[in-house]
Structure formats: structure tokens, C-alpha cells
């Protein structure tokens, strides 16, 4: 079992800055595929962020690349995503997931479905 809990989000204006935070807690000695989903309502939840803790390639979506890096610090079992330049059309729910399947890789896109472990979210506003 993995338990995550984000943290970080908040009201900016566009061009604003953030960071969340999702800290894990529960099977950290193992290595996990974890992301960042965003959600607004009436829609899916789209993975925006991915990375695998034991290492490879991280994943953004085009249309947070240059703005937002997600991270994550072995020691603290943290994972990251420093949101920069926001823009209002990033208004959503940010929910931290975690799957123990290897996503590395260039060709990976986080789809919801593939995650196990998931946080409460945590909410971020961004007004024109």
C-alpha cells in the first residue's frame, strides 16, 4: 500500500507560481511510476507530469513543457511539480497517483486507468 497526500495548491493570478507537493508514506522502499493528473470539472483527468522514482525519462504534456517540472526527492519519498507562468486554462484539482509498472520510457503517457494509488488532490486557481 502507498498513501499520498498533496499539498501546495492555492489561488495566483496568471503568470504566478506554485509548487505541490505530494508526499508518500506506507511501501516507499519500493520503486513506483508516479504523476500528476489535473482535473476541471465535466472532464477526465489528464496526466500532465510522470516520472519513475528508480529513474529514466519524465514525461510533460505539451502543453505544461517549459512551464511546470516535476521532481522527486529519494530521502523525503517526495514528489514535486514547480508550476511556473500559469495560466488560467491550469485552474483545476491536482491529484498525485502512483502505479508500480516501469514508465520511464519516451513513448509513455500517463492514462488514469494504469494508476493504483491516488491522493486526494489538492486545488489550484489561477485568475486572469
Known amino acids: 500500500q502507498l498513501y499520498l497526500v498533496e499539498s501546495g495548491g492555492g489561488s495566483v493570478q496568471t503568470g504566478g507560481s506554485l509548487i505541490l507537493s505530494c508526499e508518500a508514506s506506507?511501501?516507499?522502499?519500493?520503486?513506483?511510476?508516479m504523476s500528476w493528473f489535473r482535473q476541471v470539472p465535466g472532464k477526465e483527468r489528464e496526466g500532465i507530469a510522470s516520472?519513475?522514482?528508480?529513474?529514466?525519462?519524465?514525461y510533460l504534456t505539451d502543453s505544461v513543457k517549459g512551464r511546470f517540472t516535476i521532481s522527486h526527492d529519494n530521502d523525503k519519498n517526495t514528489l514535486s511539480l514547480d508550476l511556473s507562468d500559469l495560466k488560467p486554462e491550469d485552474t483545476g484539482s491536482y491529484f498525485c497517483?502512483?502505479?508500480?509498472?516501469?514508465?520511464?520510457?519516451?513513448?509513455?503517457?500517463?492514462?488514469?486507468?494504469?494508476?493504483?494509488?491516488w491522493g486526494k488532490g489538492t486545488q489550484v486557481n489561477v485568475s486572469s
Open positions: 516520472l519513475y522514482t528508480g529513474g529514466g525519462r519524465t
Open positions: 497517483a502512483a502505479d508500480g509498472r516501469w514508465c520511464g520510457y519516451a513513448e509513455y503517457k500517463p492514462e488514469s486507468s494504469h494508476f493504483e494509488f
Open positions: 506506507g511501501r516507499t522502499a519500493n520503486t513506483w511510476c
